[in-house]
């Protein structure tokens, strides 16, 4: 006997299609064949009550953004066809058939969209099936969880290391204590949440120092990834599937908002593709900091927000503020109102940007993002120049110095 406990977002993960929908299936079919009990703390039901409704649109903004993305290649891939070949190769009659090509592909992801959110929709029906299943043990939050939680938010120990993670905590407290009390040894906790779980190191992940006593004591065992916890019981995924489990999990590495942090645990943030932003540091293709150097001098100095030319943005489906994050240090940046058309760092590495936004009567206009030039503080009046003399002065402050006013 297998006892199994899910945190929250792995059973989102088995909804979403993260993980392969044959997991699901397996859950349920091991479940009827007595092989695996599931555990699911009230904590975790009352997270999917608030959280399921979310899902569906979460996975149909990435497919917006999808196509979004797709028709404007499309439409580049078309133009630059026929401005490279239509004279010696091809005839009009030639593009529209490329064109028609690309519309049929477009038709064909917008026409399986219902059939998408019908597979979501019973993929819903089976996760609440198994919550209220005869062989599934429901596990209250008892006090001694609770207090269990608190203490290790009194002493900045992991899930608590970036911020108030209460629920993850208790949830994994909730398994640990119920394992313990019941003599249960060998229990499976599964949670993708390695932001607060896991300690990150060389691009591995593993549960954290602060967390493994607890996981240890009761001989437990902890999975980022449900497929690799399924195929500890039993071969379901090949290992090419599990390799593209983890390749996804690390291109859709989950991040949360920054302002909803009493509700992260249903305010996760999907970030677009990166996209190309303007930095003034970069002249002529080449980069040059600190003061203006001259044509022959071969010497050139690389910042670091030189090297930034791209940007992710995202938006919180349950508050509604903008993010963005940073390519440089991978910093989340929530991005209020009063930010815009203001010189901003990013909290992470100090990068600045500026997020220029415009306004259309037409078409309700837009947003600019740019890297300013690195400016420097004069050290002769405090202000910000983006250049200075090679005493660190403005030109003011350099005048001043000169004529010793």
Known sequence: ????????????????????????????????????????????????????????????????????????????????????????????????????????????????????????GQNIISVEKLFEHKSTIRLPTTAESKMQAADLALQ??????????????????VFCNYLRESGIDGGI?????????????????????????FIDDVQAKFYIYTGEAMNSIEQVLTEQELSRIREIQEEWEEHYCEVCTENRRYSSLYFSEPFDIDNENNIGGSVVTGNELSLNDAKRVVAEESLVTSIQTAQCSYCGVDHFLCQKCGSVNALWDDMYN????????????????????????????????????????????????????CVECEEEYATGD
């Not at 900045?156 to 407290?173: G, R, V, Y």
């Not at 591995?204 to 493994?212: D, E, F, G, Q, Y």
């Not at 500026?354 to 405090?382: A, M, T």
């Open 1 to 120: 006997m297998y006892y199994i406990c899910l945190d929250t977002n792995a059973w989102i993960y088995l909804v979403n299609g993260m993980e392969p929908v044959k997991l699901l299936h397996f859950i349920e079919d091991q479940v009827e064949l007595g092989t695996i009990t599931l555990l699911v703390p009230e904590l975790t039901v009352s997270e999917w009550n608030e959280n399921k409704g979310n899902i569906k649109q979460a996975v149909f903004k990435e497919l917006n953004a999808a196509m979004d993305n797709f028709e404007r290649i499309t439409k580049a891939i078309s133009r630059r066809t026929a401005d490279a070949f239509e004279f010696l190769f091809t005839s009009k009659d030639d593009h529209r058939l490329e064109e028609k090509y690309f519309d049929n592909i477009s038709n064909d992801i917008k026409a399986n969209r219902a059939k998408l959110e019908d597979a979501i």
């Open 156 to 173: 900045k120990k992991a899930p608590f290391l970036k911020k108030n993670s209460f629920a993850d905590a208790t949830i994994l407290m």
């Open 189 to 213: 906790f599964i949670s993708y949440n390695s932001e607060d779980y896991c300690l990150k190191e060389n691009k591995s992940k593993s549960l954290h120092p602060h967390l493994a006593p």
């Open 342 to 393: 203001e010189r901003i760092e990013c909290e992470g590495c100090g990068i600045p940007y500026i997020f220029e936004q415009s306004y259309d009567y037409h078409d309700g206009g837009g947003v600019e993002i740019r890297i300013p030039k690195d400016l420097k503080l004069c050290q002769g009046c405090n202000d910000e120049f983006e250049e200075l003399s090679d005493s660190g002065l």
